[in-house]
């Protein structure tokens, strides 16, 4: 049995990174300071003798012995992130020395959830890992850009300098299940608006692409990244090749939910990505990950997830 800290355990995708490790026999150490997280997505684990939940900042230090950390502590979504831009980069380059510095104390394995945000608005298509990016480094979204990119640094710095066991994963849009009610990202958004016959709004003229990928793929491809026993330490792309244009993605909902929501066009936010789309060869070759769930079940699941929760919530 591993001892296991997962920061940001709370959030969307580590709630279901703590499910995964408990269910393969793990003890799991949850830790976040509940930003963007919520008790509600691990309240079903809080029985197992095996869990514990903290209630910290990975911007102060923290201490513990374990053996393998997942950091994913930092909001992921373009409108909290902005929230507080200035404590999203200290999340980000402190909360990963501070995880870095107890990894080396500890001899642990430390995975970076970083992400296809450190390709920025790319000149490469599709992204692979040894393409550099294209980074606005004063814009509005550099606060997670650039703070995800210092992250990389320092994990290859520590590598290097001091042999941290390190794995670096670059996460491309992810989806399911447990994506908080005001996430503000496009899959929830749009749900939400096609479930509650409201507006569905498109930023731009919904020419923009993404490739979205469903969390019980991703979770797999990290667990694999940790456990690697070639000592692969990435960077490794990880996210499902499979691109649509927002504006598809806006109709795929509507005829999934059989809505009567009309689309309106927003005014497109700053520095949105123009085409985005993981080349995941690296992933497949290195790890035998590929994802399996399409986008029509991974979607029905989501749908069936936020129907509940609107119900809930009345
Ligand atoms: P999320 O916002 O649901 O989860 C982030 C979690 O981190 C939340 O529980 C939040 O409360 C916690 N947190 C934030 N700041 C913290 C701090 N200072 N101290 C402790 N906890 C803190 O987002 P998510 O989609 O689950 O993303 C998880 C990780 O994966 C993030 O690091 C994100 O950058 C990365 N990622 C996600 C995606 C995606 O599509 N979901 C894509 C690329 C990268
Ligand atoms: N988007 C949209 N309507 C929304 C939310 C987002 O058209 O209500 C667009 C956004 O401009 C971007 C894409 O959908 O082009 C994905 O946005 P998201 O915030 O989910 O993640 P990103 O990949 O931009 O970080």
Not at 94 to 109: D, S
Not at 202 to 215: A, E, N, P
Not at 248 to 253: H, K, M, R, T, V
């Amino acid at each position: 049995m591993k001892r296991i800290l997962v920061t940001g355990g709370a959030g969307f995708i580590g709630c279901h990174l703590c499910e995964r490790l408990l269910n393969e026999g793990n003890e799991v150490i949850c830790l976040d300071n509940f930003f963007t997280g919520s008790k509600d997505n691990i309240r079903h684990l809080l029985q197992n003798n095996h869990f514990e939940l903290v209630r910290h900042d990975v911007t102060k230090e923290y201490y513990a012995e374990v053996d393998q950390i997942y950091n994913l502590a930092c909001p992921a979504s373009p409108p909290h992130y902005q929230y507080n831009a200035i404590k999203t980069v200290k999340t980000s380059v402190l909360g990963v020395m501070y995880m870095l510095g107890l990894a080396k104390r500890c001899n642990a394995t430390i995975l970076q959830a970083s992400t296809s945000e450190v390709y920025g608005d790319p000149k490469v298509h599709p992204q692979k890992e040894d393409y550099w990016g294209n980074v606005n480094p004063i814009g509005v979204r550099s606060c997670y850009d650039e703070g995800k990119r210092c992250a990389e640094t320092l994990m290859m710095d520590y590598h290097r300098q001091n042999s941290v066991n390190t794995r670096i994963v670059r996460i491309f849009n992810t989806y399911g299940p447990n994506m908080a009610v005001n996430d503000g990202r496009v899959v929830s958004n749009f749900i939400i608006q096609a479930l509650q016959g409201k507006d569905i709004t498109i930023y731009g003229d919904g020419s923009q692409t993404r490739s979205f990928c469903y969390v019980s793929d991703l979770v797999d491809g990290m667990i694999k990244m940790m456990n690697n026993s070639d000592n692969f330490i990435g960077p490794v792309n990880l996210g499902n090749p499979s691109e649509r244009t927002i504006l598809e993605f806006a109709e795929l909902i509507i005829k999934l939910t059989n809505s009567n929501s009309k689309i309106v066009y927003k005014p497109l936010p700053k520095d949105d990505p123009v085409r985005r789309k993981p080349d995941i060869s690296l992933a497949k070759e290195k790890l035998g990950w590929q994802p399996l769930v399409d986008i029509e079940t991974g979607l029905r699941k989501t749908i069936e997830y936020f129907d509940k929760k609107i119900r809930e919530n009345g």
